[in-house]
Each structure stands twice: as structure tokens, then as C-alpha cells.
């Protein structure tokens, strides 16, 4: 069992920058595959990176080269850096934990998910 809270959601202008952070409690961290998903207004789940036990990334062809997925298991705490911001970035961003992996870009591989934090961006 492992709970999630994200923040660090915001307004920023496009080719801007934000740093999302997931803070997790219970289980030990390091034992979960940590991911990223995102969902805009009246579209599905969308997976946009995850992170391994080794720190192994993976990200979706619309975000690599721009977002970095990162870990800290002493903080127990998992990042999304975002960097060179879209419009079509647009969304709530949702933290997601797996301590076992199917499909790792699925949401239904993830048993535990944060609140979700919103990140706009202006054109």
C-alpha cells in the first residue's frame, strides 16, 4: 500500500518550464515503478513517462527530449521535470505507482494513484 500526493502544477507560457513532484507514504518507495499520466478535457489517460527500480526511463514520443522523469528514494519522492512546454501540454497530470509491470506505458499496470495536479499552458 502506498499513497501519492502530487503538486507543483501551474499556469506557464508556452517554452516555459515546470517541475511537478509525487510524494509518496507508506510501503517502501523503491520497491514501486513510478509513472506519469496525463488527461486533458474529454480525452483518455495518456501515458507520459515512468521510471524503474533502477532508474531505468521510458517516455511517450510526444514528451522525450523535453520532460525527465527522476527518483529520489531517500525523499520517497519522484519527479516530472518539463521543460520547452507545449499548448497541447495541457492537462491534469496524475502520479501512478506498480510494484509489478505488464505493460508499463498502461495505466491499468498501476495499482496506486495521486489526486492529480494541473498544468496549463498558454500559447
Known amino acids: 500500500q502506498v499513497q501519492l500526493v502530487e503538486s507543483g502544477g501551474g499556469l506557464v507560457q508556452a517554452g516555459g518550464s515546470l517541475r511537478l513532484s509525487c510524494a509518496a507514504s507508506?510501503?517502501?518507495?523503491?520497491?514501486?515503478?513510478m509513472g506519469w499520466f496525463r488527461q486533458a478535457p474529454g480525452k483518455e489517460r495518456e501515458f507520459v513517462a515512468t521510471?524503474?527500480?533502477?532508474?531505468?526511463?521510458y517516455y511517450a514520443d510526444s514528451v522525450k527530449g523535453r520532460f525527465t522523469i527522476l527518483r529520489d528514494n531517500a525523499k520517497n519522492t519522484v519527479y516530472l521535470q518539463m521543460n520547452s512546454l507545449k499548448p497541447e501540454d495541457t492537462a491534469v497530470y496524475y502520479c501512478?505507482?506498480?510494484?509489478?509491470?505488464?505493460?508499463?506505458?498502461?495505466?491499468?499496470?498501476?495499482?496506486?494513484w495521486g489526486q492529480g495536479t494541473q498544468v496549463t499552458v498558454s500559447s
Open positions: 501512478a505507482a506498480a510494484d509489478s509491470t505488464y505493460d508499463r506505458a498502461a495505466p491499468r499496470s498501476y495499482s496506486y
Open positions: 507508506g510501503r517502501t518507495f523503491s520497491n514501486y515503478r
Open positions: 521510471i524503474n527500480w533502477h532508474s531505468i526511463t
